[in-house]
């Protein structure tokens, strides 16, 4: 994601001292001090442009027609997960409780939140609700088979919408394949639909997808 440079300058308030000061010797030191403190507070206003930019701009790069279902403001929308690491980020979408849920079963929250980059293909609550729930309750209830899943759906390294596109080894060990470009994607043999993809989190992106992926 790349923000706007936001430039300034300050030769308007030096020449205006300088000016002022052959006039007015004997007012100089003021108004140039004046001058200096005017330009001090306008520097300060500027320094925290390039923070509120970037917060402003953090679903700037999402795509999909499941975007519209982010939250638009607090801690489960864009701006929101893209200052957590990707578990806590995910504990805070409306759209994704059961796979929080699930991570949270399989004691992955840690692994997943301390690793330096990932992409994260995650499952809706509707994906997850197209399973059986007696199947589901026995997958939730198998931690290691839990883990290898949930792992399936992870990719080490953070990939945007040009990278995507391809054959990827995922935490599981197996490998997993996205297809399509531009905006239309669809992971892994089930042919999951990219519903909302490219979304920042402090240490991955992720892309939510409406059908759970099986090793």
């Known amino acids: 994601m790349k923000l706007n440079t936001i430039t300034r300058t300050g030769g308007v308030a030096a020449s205006l001292a300088l000016v002022l000061g052959l006039g007015l010797s004997a007012c100089g030191s003021d108004d140039s001090g004046s001058d200096s403190k005017s330009g001090s507070g306008s520097?300060?206003?500027?320094?925290?442009?390039?923070?509120?930019?970037?917060?402003?701009?953090?679903g700037a790069q999402t795509f999909g027609e499941g975007c519209k279902l982010i939250p638009a403001d607090g801690e489960g929308s864009f701006n929101g997960m893209a200052t957590a690491p990707v578990a806590s980020a995910a504990s805070a979408n409306p759209l994704l409780k059961t796979?929080?849920?699930?991570?949270?079963?399989?004691?992955?929250?840690?692994?997943?939140?301390?690793?330096?980059?990932?992409?994260?293909?995650?499952?809706?609550?509707?994906?997850?609700?197209?399973?059986?729930?007696?199947?589901?309750?026995?997958?939730?209830?198998?931690?290691?088979?839990?883990?290898?899943?949930?792992?399936?759906?992870?990719v080490a390294g953070q990939l945007s919408p040009?990278?995507?596109?391809?054959?990827?080894?995922?935490?599981?060990?197996?490998?997993?394949?996205v297809e399509g470009a531009?905006?239309?994607?669809?992971?892994?043999?089930?042919?999951?639909?990219?519903?909302?993809?490219?979304?920042?989190?402090?240490?991955?992106?992720?892309?939510v997808v409406d059908t759970v992926l099986m090793p």
Request: hydrophobic share 45%; net charge negative; glycine share 6%.
């Open 43 to 58: 520097s300060d206003s500027s320094e925290s442009m390039p923070e509120e930019t970037e917060a402003a701009e953090a």
């Open 99 to 154: 796979l929080v849920t699930a991570v949270g079963e399989a004691e992955l929250v840690d692994t997943l939140n301390g690793a330096d980059a990932l992409t994260v293909f995650a499952p809706t609550d509707d994906a997850f609700a197209k399973i059986p729930k007696a199947d589901l309750d026995a997958v939730l209830a198998d931690k290691a088979l839990l883990t290898k899943v949930l792992t399936h759906h992870v």
């Open 162 to 177: 040009d990278e995507v596109a391809g054959e990827h080894e995922t935490l599981a060990g197996d490998m997993i394949t």
């Open 182 to 207: 531009d905006e239309e994607f669809t992971v892994g043999k089930e042919n999951a639909k990219v519903l909302c993809g490219n979304i920042p989190t402090a240490n991955a992106t992720v892309y």
